[in-house]
Structures are given as C-alpha cells and as structure tokens.
C-alpha cells in the first residue's frame, strides 16, 4: 500500500501533532494520520526498516514528552465502537465518550475514566482508574484481547494465548506496540447517582477529616475524590473566582444509601453548588467536570499507602487560595486492590494524589510539594498519574513494584530489544 507520510511545516503535520496537552507538542521528523490498520502497521514497517522511533498519539490527554524525530502516528481516525454482548471492540483512536453514547441504552458501562473525551486505548493500557474503579477494579483487568503492532511492523492477536505480552500490555502502557484495537468488558449499571459537592476551601481541614472517616468504612459502590482548586474567571457564577473544594461523588446503588453515607461529608459546610443526583450512564463525565478545552498542562501524581495525618498535614499546607495549582486526593481500594494477572502497579495503595495547573503554571510549585510528600509516598505514583511537574520526559520505574517492573523489562527486551516504541513511560530512568 502507499503510505502518506507528512512532513514538518504542512498543515497535515500539524493537524497529526494536535492535542489536548499544548505544553508537550511532538516533533517528529514525519507524521503518519492512519486511518485503519494497515495503516499503522506501514508505519511501523517504515520506521523498522529504517531503525527510527515511533511515537503514537490520539487524544493528547496523555502527552508525549520529549518527542523529537522519528515517526509520529496519529490514531485519532481510527474511531470506531462495535458492541457484542458484554463487550465492546474499540478501535485505536475511540474516546469513552464514543463508547458511552453505545453503551447508555443498554444499561451498561464501560470502565472509563472521569473524562470521557480521553482516548479509551491508552487509558486501559495504562492501567485505567475511573469513577467505577472501587466497584469493578481497574479498565486494564478487563481487556480481553488486543489487536497490536509490534515493533517489526507485524499485526498480532494478543489474548491469554500469549501469556506475557498480554500481561505487559495491560498495565504497562504504549512500550510493546501500537494497539489498532481493543476487547474491553463492559459492566451493568442499575443506578448510578452521583455529581459534585462544591464546599468553600477555608474548611479544607474538617473535610478532609470527614473523608477520612468515611473513606475507611465506605462500601465498594461509592468512589470519592476531594480537588482543591481556585476557579478561573470563566467558571460558571456560582463558582467563578473563588477557592473551593469539590467533592466528586460516584455511588452505585440507591440514592438514600449514598446520602447516608454522605452525611459526614455534608455536614461540614454548606455547598456553594451541588450536583449529585441520579445520572444517565452517559452523564458520568459531570461527577469530575474535568476541562476540555485544548490549553497548556502540568501534572504530578503520587500515591499514599494507607491514610496518615502526617501526610494529611503536608496536604494541607499545599492547599489554599493562592495555591497556583488543583490538588486532588481520590480513595481507591475495594476492587481496585483485587489481585489480578496484569501488569498494574500499586494496586494496595489507598489513596491517590494528583495536581495538575491549567494552564501550565510553575513547576516549582508542584515538585516541591512531591519532595515533602516523598516520606510517605516514596516517589511512588500510578502509571497513567506520572508525570514531572516541569513537563520533562518521565519514566515509569515508580509506577511499579520491583518484581512487576522486573518483569516488564525482560517482555520489552523481547519484543522491542531496540526500543523502538521508546516515547511511551519508559522501564528504565531517563
């Protein structure tokens, strides 16, 4: 077949470098929009004969840090849902919001994560934590099958047939491949009631008490996160300009057991706005409301094994209205912490932290923050979560325990031993 490659300075290049992320634009020394397939894999091929990297983008949720030369595909075309029976098959560029619209009339859901517009692939691949996770674990634990590109340019079926790449690639990120499809599971969902508490930032302390407690006895239908943010100009009246706390709730069951298990939470203050209620499977991207809009970004993430008020306390003194970044503190466990044959880290840590400034917004900030957390996360964080503040390249050494990453790395010698897919989270420092 033809393969059109695009080169820097034309409109098609760019249009295949766009997304989410406008901190961390790739340069490639030529760009590939695929649109089925075979497309991917002439790419790959094309790279592979002429030993050059390959980088793979869709969304551009999750940036590509460091993308200098090589091939770029971008898969964002390849966007297809087909549903069979408790399954959906997604191709390479399908958003969550895409599998969602399917999935909404049928009562069932998939395992997306807060904001649907993410790119459903690399999501799984990474490990996949969303507002259902307590419920039903992680989205990488419910692939089925993959179809992929390695790095010889080849198409393979990967399922339990080929025990240690199917491992690896759930869990593990874009390091073995590049997916042209995905089998997911898909969970039913009876009653979904859910939304956002938005409380003033100045009872930061007493709620973040309150989440405590209810986290350590809260049932495995309800998922919480807390984000602390100071919302922009452009926010709706309510909200607009004003240092908040936003309670992300996401329950599964009946709406009476959900406000008993709130009580706590709803007892510390009186909420500025609230938007929990019953909500339409296709409604769950309201709960975390997260950005849409194209725009710089820097992140961190890290993990905390069990709640501590000592960490509690270096949380709270990152928090307040001149603090130039969100922080969120999100509860995991429940069937997140089920042990399960994919290669997602950390899976009995309790607790998530994650900040991120939109837009951009100083580094300095952040990462100092992650240095004082260091006692108790141990520089540890969730695979899709790692990131440097200052939008460097990271890699994924904490993101996995060392037997798990032990064995990632003897998987990626064997089908990459010349890391060609070296732009994905890499095993190994940077």
Known sequence: MSLTLHRPGTPAYDAARAGFDLSAIPE?????????????????GYAAQRDLPVAVRATGHGPVRGVTGGVLVDTRAMRSVRIQGRSAVLG????????????????????????????????????????????????????????????????????????????????????FGVVTELETDLVRVEQLYGGGLFLPGECAGELLAAFGQVTA?????????VAFVTFPPAAPAPLRGRFL???????????????ALLAPLR??????????????????????????????????????????????TVLLTEIGPATPHMLELRHLGGALAEPADTSVGHRSALYSVFTSAYPGGPAEV????????????GGRSLYNFTAHPDNTPADACGAFE?????????????????????FALPFTPR
């Open 28 to 44: 490639p020394d030529l760009a590939v929009s695929a649109t089925c397939e075979a497309d991917v894999a002439a790419a790959v």
């Open 92 to 175: 390479a560029g399908t958003t969550w919001t895409d599998v969602l619209a399917r999935c909404a009339p049928l009562g069932l859901a998939p395992l997306c994560g807060s904001a649907p517009d993410v790119g459903a692939v690399s999501y799984s691949l990474g490990g996949g934590l969303g507002p259902l996770g307590r419920a039903h674990g992680w989205a990488a634990d419910h692939v089925r099958r993959l179809r992929l590109v390695t790095a010889d340019g080849e198409v393979r079926t990967v399922d339990a047939s080929e025990p240690d790449l199917f491992w690896a690639v759930r869990g593990g990120g874009g390091n």
């Open 217 to 225: 006895a809260a049932p495995d239908a309800l998922s919480l996160s």
């Open 245 to 259: 706390a936003h309670l992300r709730v996401a329950h599964l069951g009946d709406p009476r057991e959900a406000e």
């Open 267 to 312: 007892a510390v203050a009186e909420p500025v706005l609230d938007t929990v209620r019953p909500l339409g499977i296709d409604e769950i991207g309201t709960i975390h409301a997260d950005p849409v809009a194209p725009m710089p970004v820097s992140c961190g993430g890290a993990i905390l094994p069990r709640w501590d008020e000592a960490a509690i």
């Open 366 to 377: 952040q990462t100092s923050f992650y240095r004082r957390l260091e006692p108790w996360s």
């Open 402 to 422: 060392p037997p798990i990453l032990d064995r990632l790395r003897l998987v990626k010698k064997e089908w990459d031993p010349q890391n060609r897919f070296r």
